[in-house]
Antibody
Framework: EVQLVESGGGLVKPGGSLRLSCAAS????????MNWVRQAPGKGLEWVSS????????YYADSVKGRFTISRDNAKNSLYLQMNSLRAEDTAVYYC???????????WGQGTLVTVSS | EIVLTQSPGTLSLSPGERATLSCRAS???????LAWYQQKPGQAPRLLIY???SRATGIPDRFSGSGSGTDFTLTISRLEPEDFAVYYC??????????FGQGTKLEIK
């Protein structure tokens, strides 16, 4: 069964840092691009970042560029998101998602909640 | 950046009725790169349709997608109680930018 499990969310103060992880299983992780997508409370979906299978191509939404860093470890079947200089508007559930060739996301993890508040 | 606008914002229908959800793009989108997702409260989004009209694995055939260019449609032919949820369209564009529509909430009338 293809599965993605996020971890690392929590409460952090504005300006603080947090590192999210996503553990993948049930598929050849090293063959797929991976993404982070977030959803603020009661709001819609916002793409955050993408990383290609070999980490050669990395992209960020303008809203997080320069503050967030995506990375992966294919040997550990894991995806990461290092979040620095966090702001209140970064408060959201963060999902990791596998990307298919046509740019759609399937499956998604269950999400991890990040709350930025003093 | 391509903006996706979904309408209506909320759709109130009864089980057994037909639902038609719209997704309009600010610029032409390749049909290959248009997807639809369903999200229920407290759950992650689930892929329904990819490539504008192909159903994902395990998706019932009452769900169908159509459209091209700037206008895309998700149709649910006969609503089941479990279909009431929020639906998002998504496109994949140049510079590896991914954008989502703001969502359509399908609620029980």
């Amino acid at each position: 069964e293809v599965q993605l499990v996020e971890s690392g969310g929590g409460l952090v103060k504005p300006g603080g840092s947090l590192r999210l992880s996503c553990a993948a299983s049930g598929f050849t992780f090293s063959s797929y691009s991976m993404n982070w997508v977030r959803q603020a409370p009661g709001k819609g979906l916002e793409w955050v970042s993408s990383i290609s299978s070999s980490s050669s191509y990395i992209y960020y939404a303008d809203s997080v560029k320069g503050r967030f860093t995506i990375s992966r470890d294919n040997a550990k079947n894991s995806l990461y998101l290092q979040m620095n200089s966090l702001r209140a508007e970064d408060t959201a559930v963060y999902y990791c998602a596998r990307e298919s060739r046509g740019g759609w996301f399937d499956p998604w993890g269950q999400g991890t909640l990040v709350t930025v508040s003093s | 950046e391509i903006v996706l606008t979904q309408s209506p914002g909320t759709l109130s229908l009864s089980p057994g009725e037909r639902a038609t959800l719209s997704c309009r793009a600010s610029q032409s989108v390749s049909s290959s790169y248009l997807a639809w997702y369903q999200q229920k409260p407290g759950q992650a989004p689930r892929l329904l349709i990819y490539g504008a009209s192909s159903r994902a694995t395990g998706i019932p055939d009452r769900f169908s997608g159509s459209g091209s260019g700037t206008d895309f449609t998700l149709t649910i032919s006969r609503l089941e109680p479990e279909d009431f949820a929020v639906y998002y369209c998504q496109q994949y564009g140049s510079s590896s930018r991914y954008t989502f529509g703001q969502g359509t909430k399908l609620e029980i009338k």
